[in-house]
């Protein structure tokens, strides 16, 4: 499960933003008359169908999943979980239609009202995503139901929906899919640059995606802040484990790294009081510890959670500090920077944001063990029963390797291809229809634009 | 009573899967029959065309099944995936090979790459529907226990089971075929047309042949179940027999029109004369039934409520594919294959409407988009004084 969500997750990042990018880069194309804009929305959005078609499928394996590696856990909470899920499939309806009419529309619609059919895609994209995030943030803080003997009495979909984790989870994570998509995208065009690349189509390629995801940066650091406090009061345990607070006390110190074995920290750097400082803005502020549960109630790898947390606000800096760079170039030269180590800065970003992303995804999952429920189950009880898990994982890990490589491989040779500057895009599925002029077009001229682009 | 609809509303999205989806997997099944590269190139080509632009918005009412199978009735979806575990993971890897193998086949470079994940695609569009088939068999048969917290080998390898297994199959070649023959129509290919005629006439007798296998098989195996559809049920299975002899009849008689939604009628009414069948339970041979399974009343509103939701946002939105398509504005991989039994077809462009020019259909759905978000905003607005 955690192997197919680990690699969905990913595609679900692409899924929720790359439409809005797409839609950005197509905007400033037909507003400005950009061929090279115009050029790269079509081809991202080819892109786009071949990580949809994959995210589709994964998505649909994760929903048996639900089923067939977690059935204590629908069986006793599946009328409870399954609403917001419920929600998502509509919205998963919407992408899935819009996402076909945007792709086939290329060029047989008139300009505008093609991008017009690519917003419902960007706009389900995110009320898709925070259906599931509402999932998630419930099993984080379950709340909006009455349970009497293991058996759900009534259920209120609105505060399920809405609960208390919700409120920061879904911008944290809806933020964090599109600083994925932006700098992934842009750290693309940033590898062609760094290898002497240097045109207007890899400037425009890096410089959309870029901005998008580096303008929500700050953004992302305050939700996430905001998140952090709010995890210290509603799941002190799990932050307890975050920032290595082994005792409920006052004046806790910050622990940047280190490894915790055996009650003490190793090779980690302390900063006196700043942890307080942090969660109740004052250093005598009372953090609680995990020393408030007993051992069998604590998260089982205290080290990986506090260094996944680390590594996730490090590299949530280090984005900021990219943005910042070219921000500042920007305002005094109007222009990108030339440095070479911003454009290194720039082709590692995607890998960054999704580095971070992940960790950030291990600091909940593994920050709320032993519990799948927050306080209401455990996972062993939520697990299912049958045999041969470690078989089906492994076969699932091998399953997933391979089409993850497939997935890469398959969008390299895309782009082998859009260098080739072949129009050999005509053979990709999902991709906009082959240059062949209809017989009547009355609405030729509305679309004329897109069409020399695409020649 | 509200549990009631809820298991209605299940049937209807599996019914929705079934004719549009099933029929994505039976283009897999002519695809995998076509034969070498030369001889099968063709046919391999109208399949790919109809399926592309469709079968991931057809695909979704199986994921959108799953969620209220598992919202209304957490119990049973339990127990039904952990009984028969097995034949669902054969499905679910058949689900990711196919849509892989699909959407990489022509992504790939080479002809051997290409043939590769064509016979992935092919291979699992044969072996999802069976397995998803023997699963349903598994729970009409009434194999599965309410309490099941374990696999259980025997309970999708009984006759019951397989023979629904293969009865899957054969419904989903016999639904492509048919839906092909119109896209073949369209395209004004004789050659093809006349080449899924004689699939969809051959598939219309093995799907009629299994479903009297099966009856035969239940009325000695099952007796309660073949008297509930030789009963109350019977109404649809005669529908289920008519529609089938019906579209085999027309076919040898040359006539095309009407095939499509006539067949897409008789899987339907297969697929209702079961529930009917086996109503009020939900799990056969378990005290189990739709209303002591449900989840609690609010959820149950809910998942009404959401699906009126879905039919009213969602309908439009595939009203406005289906018209594009039909005008021929997303015409370059054709097909709306799975889309149209009875709907705006090939033959609407035929009607003169300019290609690219937004026909009724497509004003029509816009403008029932448009009325729900005038109608959203009216109802927000009134909540909000």
């Known amino acids: 499960m955690a192997t197919t969500l680990g690699f969905h997750i990913i595609l679900a990042c692409l899924g929720i933003a790359l439409p809005t990018v797409v839609l950005i880069a197509e905007f400033i194309g037909l507003r400005r008359s950009d061929e090279v804009a115009l050029r790269l929305a079509r081809r991202w959005s080819q892109a786009m169908g071949v990580l949809v078609a994959v995210g589709a499928v994964t998505g649909t394996v994760l929903s048996f999943e639900m089923g067939l590696l977690w059935p204590g856990l629908m069986r006793r909470y599946g009328a409870v979980l399954g609403l917001p899920f419920g929600v998502e499939g509509l919205f998963f309806f919407l992408e899935a239609i819009f996402t076909a009419i945007y792709l086939y529309g290329w060029r047989r619609l008139p300009g505008w009202a093609h991008w017009w059919t690519g917003v419902p895609n960007a706009i389900s994209g995110v009320l898709g995503a925070m259906s599931v995030i509402a999932v998630n943030s419930w099993m984080n803080q379950p709340g909006g139901f009455t349970e009497r003997g293991g058996r759900i009495l009534s259920v209120n979909p609105w505060q399920v929906y809405f609960n208390h984790a919700a409120i920061y989870q879904m911008p944290h994570m809806i933020l964090a899919a599109y600083m994925v998509t932006g700098f992934t995208v842009a750290a693309v065009y940033a590898a062609g640059i760094l290898r002497g690349r240097r045109d207007r189509y890899h400037y425009t390629g890096f410089a959309i995606p870029f901005a998008t995801a580096a303008v929500l940066t700050p953004f992302q650091i305050f939700v996430g802040d905001t998140a952090a406090r709010s995890i210290a009061a509603d799941q002190p345990v799990k932050f307890a484990s975050m920032e290595y607070v082994a005792h409920t006390s006052r004046h806790v110190p910050e622990w940047l790294g280190g490894v915790y074995a055996g009650g003490h920290i190793w090779a980690g750097l302390k900063i006196p009081d700043l942890d307080s400082l942090l969660v109740g803005f004052g250093p005598g502020t009372r953090v609680t510890g995990w020393d408030t549960v007993p051992p069998a109630q604590r998260p089982p790898v205290v080290w990986l959670i506090h260094l996944c947390f680390d590594v996730m606000v490090g590299l949530g800096f280090l984005l900021l500090l990219a943005g910042l760079w070219a921000l500042v170039v920007w305002w005094r030269r109007r222009r990108l920077p030339r440095h070479g180590l911003f454009w290194l800065l720039g082709a590692v970003s995607g890998v960054a944001a999704i580095v971070a992303m992940e960790c950030g995804w291990v600091v909940t999952e593994v920050g709320r063990q032993p519990w799948v429920v927050y306080r209401l189950q455990t996972t062993t009880a939520a697990a299912t029963a049958n045999g041969g898990v470690l078989t089906s994982l492994s076969l699932i890990i091998a399953g997933y390797a391979v089409l993850g490589a497939a997935t890469i491989i398959i969008l390299r040779a895309l782009a082998r291809r859009w260098r080739r500057g072949d129009a050999l895009e005509t053979e990709v599925p999902y991709g906009p229809p082959p240059p062949v002029p209809p017989p009547s077009r009355p609405r030729a001229r509305a679309s004329g634009r897109a069409e020399r682009v695409s020649r | ?385």
């Open chain 2, 1 to 385: 009573m509200i549990a009631d609809a809820v298991g209605a509303i299940l049937l209807a999205t599996i019914t929705l899967y079934a004719v549009l989806g099933g029929a994505d997997f039976g283009g897999g099944l002519w695809d995998l029959l076509a034969g070498g590269d030369g001889r099968g190139q063709a046919p391999r080509q109208l399949i790919d065309e109809s399926i592309t632009p469709v079968w991931e918005a057809n695909h979704v009412w199986l994921v959108f099944a799953l969620v209220i199978f598992w919202t209304g009735f957490p119990g049973a979806f339990a127990a039904v995936m952990s009984a028969v575990a097995l034949p669902i993971w054969l499905a679910v890897g058949g689900v990711v090979l196919r849509g892989a193998g699909f959407a990489f086949r022509k992504e790939v470079r080479g002809i051997t790459l290409q043939r590769a994940a064509g016979a992935t695609f092919a291979f699992s569009s044969l072996l999802t529907p069976f397995f998803m088939g023997t699963v349903i068999g598994a729970l009409a048969a009434g194999q599965i226990p309410a309490g099941a917290s374990r696999a259980i080998l025997p309970a999708w390898t009984g006759a019951t089971s397989l023979l629904i297994g293969f009865l899957f199959v054969g419904a989903c070649g016999y639904l492509a075929a048919v839906y092909l023959i119109g896209e073949a129509a369209g395209r004004g290919d004789r050659g093809l047309e006349t080449y899924f005629t004689r699939r969809a006439q051959a598939a219309g007798l093995v799907t009629g042949a299994l479903s009297l296998a099966i009856l035969a098989e239940l009325h000695g195996s099952d007796p309660a179940l073949f008297r509930h559809l030789t009963g109350r049920a019977l109404p649809l299975v005669i529908i289920a027999a008519v529609t089938g002899v019906a579209v085999v009849a027309l076919l040898t008689a040359g006539r095309k029109r009407g095939a499509r939604p006539l067949a897409a009628l008789g899987v339907a009414a297969v697929i209702w004369g079961w529930g009917v069948a086996q109503y009020p339970t939900l799990l056969p041979g378990t005290p189990v039934t739709l209303s002591n399974a449900g989840a609690p009343h609010t959820t149950l509103v809910a998942l009404v409520v959401l699906f009126v939701a879905v039919v009213l946002i969602v309908g439009p939105s595939f009203g406005l594919l289906l018209a594009l398509q039909g005008r021929q504005v997303l015409r370059h991989e054709g097909g709306e294959i799975a889309l149209a039994p009875g709907g705006a077809g090939p033959r609407a462009a035929g009607r003169g409407h300019a290609p690219g020019r937004p026909g009724p259909g497509s004003r029509a759905a816009a403008f029932g988009l448009v009325a729900i978000g005038a109608l959203a905003r009216a109802l927000t607005g009134r909540l909000r004084r």
